[in-house]
T-cell receptor
Framework: DAKTTQPPSMDCAEGRAANLPCNHS???????VYWYRQIHSQGPQYIIH???NNETNEMASLIITEDRKSSTLILPHATLRDTAVYYC???????????FGTGTRLQVFP | DTGVSQNPRHKITKRGQNVTFRCDPI?????LYWYRQTLGQGPEFLTY????????KSRLLSDRFSAERPKGSFSTLEIQRTEQGDSAMYLC????????????????FGPGTRLTVL
């Protein structure tokens, strides 16, 4: 699975959009980009995944660049409850395990 | 609550003792995973089951670790002769993934068991 690189931490004001970047320059054609988050003292929680098209669900939007070497997770209106560590994972469809990095610690402030 | 449950939530033990953790996955999820997480790091994959079959084990899973999933329902993770380096959060996850061709790899995580080895 491709290695991903994320900034260690980010801040965001409550109500504003949080844009979390992820670099996966060595991603291969059969690898999807997954995003999970982990709120303090809880297990990770699935957010969204995509291959090459942008995706949106009730939690977030995922924007993948045309060359697929990077992506951005967008939380459109961040709340205090979105404070968590966000993990970007590149994983092929035939791999079951998730390879987590150290993620981005997002702090949403009032 | 129909989520993944883990017991106990916390375990303190002395070095050299054996410990066993239990994971109850979401009903009808055929895949079950174990991960380990140390402070400041992301979870690390340990092993996973499809039904009762253990399909993959990480090199992190030394001979002192054993996992089972009898009858394809709940799973146990046992650590024998615990060492201080085993102190970590042990996370269990389950997934309804039915085929390798499915891109849908949403894993549902439990709250974890925090192990402290003194």
């Amino acid at each position: 699975d491709a290695k991903t690189t994320q900034p260690p931490s980010m801040d965001c004001a409550e109500g504003r959009a949080a844009n979390l970047p992820c670099n996966h320059s060595t991603i291969s054609g059969n690898e999807y980009v997954y995003w999970y988050r982990q709120i303090h003292s809880q297990g990770p929680q699935y957010i969204i995944h995509g291959l090459k098209n942008n995706e949106t669900n009730e939690m977030a939007s995922l924007i993948i660049t045309e060359d697929r070497k990077s992506s951005t997770l967008i939380l459109p209106h961040a709340t205090l409850r979105d404070t968590a560590v966000y993990y970007c994972i590149a994983s092929s469809y035939n791999t079951d395990k998730l390879i987590f990095g150290t993620g981005t610690r997002l702090q949403v402030f009032p | 609550d129909t989520g993944v449950s883990q017991n106990p939530r916390h375990k303190i033990t002395k070095r050299g003792q054996n410990v066993t953790f239990r994971c109850d996955p979401i009903s009808e999820h055929n895949r079950l995973y174990w991960y380990r997480q140390t402070l400041g790091q992301g979870p690390e994959f340990l092993t996973y089951f499809q039904n009762e079959a253990q399909l993959e084990k990480s090199r992190l899973l030394s001979d002192r670790f054993s996992a089972e999933r009898p009858k394809g329902s709940f799973s146990t993770l046992e650590i024998q002769r615990t060492e201080q380096g085993d102190s970590a959060m042990y996370l269990c996850a389950s997934s309804p993934r039915t085929s390798p061709e499915s891109s849908y790899n949403e894993q549902f995580f439990g709250p974890g068991t925090r192990l402290t080895v003194l």
